[in-house]
T-cell receptor, first 113, second 116 residues
Framework: ELKVEQNPLFLSMQEGKNYTIYCNYS?????LYWYRQDPGKSLESLFV?????AVKQEGRLMASLDTKARLSTLHITAAVHDLSATYFC?????????????FGKGTLLTVNP | DTGVSQNPRHKITKRGQNVTFRCDPI?????LYWYRQTLGQGPEFLTY????????KSRLLSDRFSAERPKGSFSTLEIQRTEQGDSAMYLC??????????????FGPGTRLTVT
């Protein structure tokens, strides 16, 4: 059974600082997703990573994938308050007759002025 | 708006009552998923439809839960005899049938259930 672990679970940063969120998954995965969730809201897709070495960037966020290490990272550059949210990684893998998304517990990011 | 929609957005019910939620997927999507998200956790898979066929159910889906997707369009998730542990956000997602299940899932806004 695929398990996804994120760390840290809580992250408090100052504006302007850099930090990385880590996502480990336990078995082979076909896709790796990063989502953002604001309080009481649904999931907003940020990135989908398809293959080893994939790197995607959008604004101050950059995601990468190392399939050999079963590790994805979400790097935050020069954080701003608007990035405060919960970030989830999710791995897509075949389980039974279907591909399933398995989510990590999420990282609650708070960016302080 | 052509995204996934869910109704109601919020539901407060007393323990023991039955509740039903509705999900309208993106119109051309033939795959539909239900997830449950409890406070401080990531979403957990509940069940999956391809067209009108329910192809998989998680062990999280107890006998009190039932989901349908008549005619392969909208879906309903019913919880009978609700318990306080059922309090959660129920998320629906849909995806296209291309690439055999690898297509990206698009999430609706969710229905937040509170059981008192």
């Amino acid at each position: 059974e695929l398990k996804v672990e994120q760390n840290p679970l809580f992250l408090s940063m100052q504006e302007g600082k850099n930090y990385t969120i880590y996502c480990n998954y336990s078995t082979t995965s076909d896709r790796l997703y990063w989502y953002r969730q604001d309080p009481g809201k649904s999931l907003e897709s940020l990135f989908v990573l398809l293959s080893n070495g994939a790197v995607k960037q959008e604004g101050r966020l950059m995601a990468s994938l190392d399939t050999k290490a079963r590790l994805s990272t979400l790097h935050i550059t020069a954080a701003v308050h608007d990035l405060s949210a919960t970030y989830f990684c999710a791995a897509l893998a075949r389980g039974g007759s279907n591909y399933k998304l398995t989510f990590g517990k999420g990282t609650l990011l708070t960016v302080n002025p | 708006d052509t995204g996934v929609s869910q109704n109601p957005r919020h539901k407060i019910t007393k323990r023991g009552q039955n509740v039903t939620f509705r999900c309208d997927p993106i119109s051309e999507h033939n795959r539909l998923y239900w997830y449950r998200q409890t406070l401080g956790q990531g979403p957990e898979f509940l069940t999956y439809f391809q067209n009108e066929a329910q192809l998989e159910k998680s062990r999280l889906l107890s006998d009190r839960f039932s989901a349908e997707r008549p005619k392969g369009s909208f879906s309903t998730l019913e919880i009978q005899r609700t318990e306080q542990g059922d309090s959660a956000m129920y998320l629906c997602a849909s995806s296209s049938g291309g690439t055999g299940g690898l297509s990206e899932q698009y999430f609706g806004p969710g229905t937040r259930l509170t059981v008192t």
